[in-house]
């Protein structure tokens, strides 16, 4: 059994910074990327970023420069910064993990439940 857990979402002012973070536990063998997605009210699920590897990292076009995701391997952590933050990017933030566990050899897709990042002044 793979638990995501997020945290970290919140209210913050047009222009704030806000921190995101998601924890991998259970039967992992390895995780071999990780990705943060947003949903906004009444739109799909739009990928944020990822990262595979320990630096092979990809932005949604638009947030490249202002999104930063990083992770922790000993800690089975990723973490998105988010700085310049606008209202359009207020959201659901979902993490998502490609993860081998312990009984098998080939990666699947875990999902956090989300944590909500409101961007209002």
């Known amino acids: 059994q793979v638990q995501l857990v997020e945290s970290g979402g919140g209210l913050v002012q047009p222009g704030g910074s806000l921190g995101l973070s998601c924890a991998a536990s259970?039967?992992?063998?390895?995780?071999?990327?990780w990705a943060w997605y947003r949903q906004a009210p009444g739109q799909g699920r739009d990928l944020v970023a990822r990262?595979?590897?320990?630096?092979?990292?990809q932005y949604a076009d638009s947030l490249r420069g202002r999104f930063t995701i990083s992770r922790d391997n000993a800690k089975n952590m990723v973490y998105l910064q988010m700085n310049s933050l606008k209202p359009e990017d207020t959201a659901v933030y979902y993490c998502?993990?490609?993860?081998?566990?312990?009984?098998?050899?080939?990666?699947?897709?875990?999902w956090g439940r989300g944590t909500q990042v409101t961007v209002s002044s």
């Open positions: 259970g039967n992992i063998r390895t995780i071999v990327a």
């Open positions: 998502k993990a490609d993860i081998v566990d312990t009984g098998g050899w080939h990666p699947a897709a875990y």
């Open positions: 990262i595979a590897g320990s630096d092979n990292t």
